[in-house]
């Protein structure tokens, strides 16, 4: 069982910066693989960015060159650096976690970007 607890999520204007955290507990960090999921309202839920326990990453094209995703098995926490933000990125941004044959998602945070 893998417990996940998002933070760092908020409102922002257009061009700003958020850097939102995502806490694992409960199992070994390392051994999954990890992402960030986005919902805007009216919108299914797509992937924003992901890691692997190898440290491969891959990224929505809407956030390639704006957003970084990385993780610290140390802390058994990963992050998503989000830059140059747009109101198109508002959602509600949800961590998840897979691996060892299951998947996990947090309660998720609430981004909204806005003048």
């Known amino acids: 069982q893998v417990q996940l607890v998002e933070s760092g999520g908020g409102m922002v204007q257009p061009g700003g910066s958020l850097r939102l955290s995502c806490a694992a507990s409960?199992?070994?960090?390392?051994?999954?693989?990890m992402g960030w999921y986005r919902q805007a309202p009216g919108n299914q839920r797509e992937l924003v960015a992901r890691i692997t326990r190898g440290g491969s990453r891959n990224y929505a094209d809407s956030v390639k060159g704006r957003f970084t995703i990385s993780r610290d098995n140390a802390k058994n926490t990963v992050y998503l650096e989000m830059n140059s933000l747009k109101p198109e990125d508002t959602a509600v941004y949800y961590c998840?976690?897979?691996?060892?044959?299951?998947?996990?998602w947090g309660q998720g945070t609430q981004v909204t970007v806005s003048s």
């Open positions: 409960g199992s070994i960090f390392s051994y999954y693989d």
């Open positions: 998840n976690a897979g691996g060892l044959g299951k998947v996990y």
